[in-house]
């Protein structure tokens, strides 16, 4: 039998269509379902998949725009095409030329959330940053995000950008483990500071975003404490039982070293992180982890 209340909110919402339902983009499409919301999403080969989560696959590639299929009209638009260095394709085509291609074919939107970096900041001198502060990256990746994010701003000037900072959760820590474990050396220097997120809190930002964000909004999404390299494996190496982390200094200078604030977010959209900082967040993360 049908659900009769389901069916009046998704009547009553605008679709969901998502470009990169992936690690974050499955997670917001599970979470919209269950409110009862249509959700769509490209797919280049998993329709299969999509379907089976209740999510109607559209069949395309951003990079082949002869195949984008017709796109819903007036929906909320989750953008999170992240690059895939196995892809073939270079960072410039993914984030440039993709989004190029779905921005000239895509029906003005109800909302349009893109989730960006915080690598456009460049700021290496360890001090905090916010939205206001400039956004001139000093590497290349993020001089192609800080790209991407004035490509979609000359097209659609209503568009709402998220910088997420580095993403972490279930499946996401476990490549370092058996590094730990060996007691091999970490790349890096442990005083660098990292600006983290748990992939849940990230989601309950898109959420609220799509949602509740004014037009051309911007926002920083990270948790409430910066931790340092050293701090963030020596804690996992806790969590492992692996021995105490090793570092292996690079021998560049300090880049991309600063400490980012959610203040806005925050302030402007409620938003509370479930997982204000590591120690909430990677214990909850690797309970949650297939091993």
């Known amino acids: 039998m049908s659900n009769p209340i389901a069916a009046s909110a998704e009547a009553l919402t ?8 992936g690690y974050v983009g499955l997670r917001l499409a599970q979470q919209a379902r269950q409110s009862g919301q249509k959700v769509y999403a490209l797919t280049r080969r998993r329709e299969d998949f999509l379907a089976q989560h209740g999510i109607i696959p559209l069949i395309g590639d951003v990079l082949a725009p002869e195949t984008l299929p017709p796109l819903p009209a007036g929906a909320q638009v989750l953008y999170a095409i992240g690059w895939d260095r196995s892809s073939g394709w270079t960072m410039r085509d993914v984030y440039l030329r993709g989004l190029a291609h779905v921005l000239e074919r ?13 690598s456009v900041y460049g700021q290496c001198d360890g001090n905090w940053v916010d ?32 910088r997420s900072a580095g993403i972490y959760g279930p499946n996401r820590l476990l490549r370092r483990r058996d590094q730990l474990l060996r007691g091999e050396p970490i790349p890096g220097d442990p005083q660098r500071w990292l600006n983290l997120i748990h992939v849940d809190d990230l ?16 926002y920083n999404v990270v948790d409430d404490t910066p931790v340092t390299r050293g701090e ?34 925050r302030h402007q959209l409620n938003w509370q992180p479930r ?3 590591i120690r909430e967040g990677l214990p909850a993360a690797l309970a949650a982890t297939d091993t």
């Open 275 to 277: 997982y204000p900082s």
């Open 203 to 218: 989601v309950t930002a898109i959420h609220l975003a799509l949602r509740q964000a004014p037009p051309a909004a911007l």
């Open 14 to 21: 605008p679709p969901l269509v998502i470009f990169g339902c």
């Open 232 to 265: 963030f494996y020596t804690l996992l190496a806790e969590l492992y039982g692996a021995p105490p982390p090793r570092f292996a200094e690079l021998p560049e200078p300090r880049a991309n070293h600063r400490r980012i604030r959610n203040t806005r977010l």
């Open 106 to 118: 895509l029906p003005t939107p109800h909302r349009f959330v893109y989730i960006s970096s915080t």
């Open 131 to 162: 939205e206001d502060s400039p956004a001139e990256p000093t590497e290349e990746a993020g001089q192609l995000v800080r790209e991407a994010e004035q490509l979609l701003h000359h097209h659609l000037p209503q568009a709402i950008l998220l």
